[in-house]
């Protein structure tokens, strides 16, 4: 038998996938402690110090709601897997991983919004969320044991078309960061709203 046959129970991934976005999610808040907030020794410089931290509240809403839909998205995905086996095991590791690094990403977004290199790193880590959890949900389909039901031709249509497309917008986003640092902003924000309204109104919960 070989590695790639053995089958394992799939809540062992779940719980570390649990595990690894509950910190990333509690990590994100922390870059919204700043220094000029707790030794404020008045009202004006709170209020000052306050509407300074826009750019990272921004930051902070957009990567909270980001993690969440991937949390989602990895959800529903194990929920369609009967079982996994050591090379799914891997590919969830690589998506975790740059899971993992929204904190920074996300970090050095909300401090340096205006300058395109820190939306460059910002759109590759989303990037590299997707493109990895593209290859685990394609994975799936091909080998982790979906059941035949919920492999109905119009389900796995859906998801093709969202893999295929949700990378496109970062890549826009990057490729305008240069340009208009602005513009690639308004879409970072525009794709977090849109992403979990799309979640929450989706009926078949799409993977992606």
């Known amino acids: 038998m070989t590695a790639t046959t053995l089958k394992f129970d799939k809540g062992r991934l779940q719980s570390l996938s649990d595990g690894v976005f509950a910190i990333v999610m ?7 402690i700043e220094d000029d907030v707790l030794s404020a020794v008045s009202a ?18 957009i990567s909270f709601a980001v993690a969440a839909r991937y949390w989602v998205a990895q959800h529903v995905m194990t929920h369609y897997v009967a ?20 904190p920074f990403s996300a970090a050095l977004l909300g401090e340096h919004h205006r ?11 989303m990037l590299l969320i997707i493109l990895s959890l593209n ?7 091909r080998q982790a044991g979906l059941s035949a039901g919920d492999k109905a031709p119009d389900f ?26 602005h513009l690639t902003y308004a879409i970072y924000v525009g794709v977090a709203v849109l992403s979990v309204v799309m979640s929450g109104l989706d009926k078949r919960s799409l993977p992606l």
């Open 26 to 32: 509690t990590l994100l808040v922390l870059d919204l």
């Open 44 to 61: 004006r410089e709170l209020h000052g110090a306050l509407l300074a931290l826009w750019p990272k509240v921004i930051s902070y809403a």
């Open 83 to 102: 079982h996994t086996d050591l090379r799914f095991i891997w590919l969830n590791i690589l998506f975790l991983f740059w899971i993992s690094l929204l």
């Open 115 to 125: 300058y395109a290199v820190a939306e460059i790193v910002y759109g590759l880590n």
């Open 135 to 141: 290859a685990c949900w394609g994975y799936a389909t």
């Open 156 to 181: 796995l249509r859906k998801v093709r078309r969202r893999r295929l497309l949700a990378p496109l917008v970062y890549v826009l986003g990057i490729l305008a960061s240069p340009v208009n640092p």
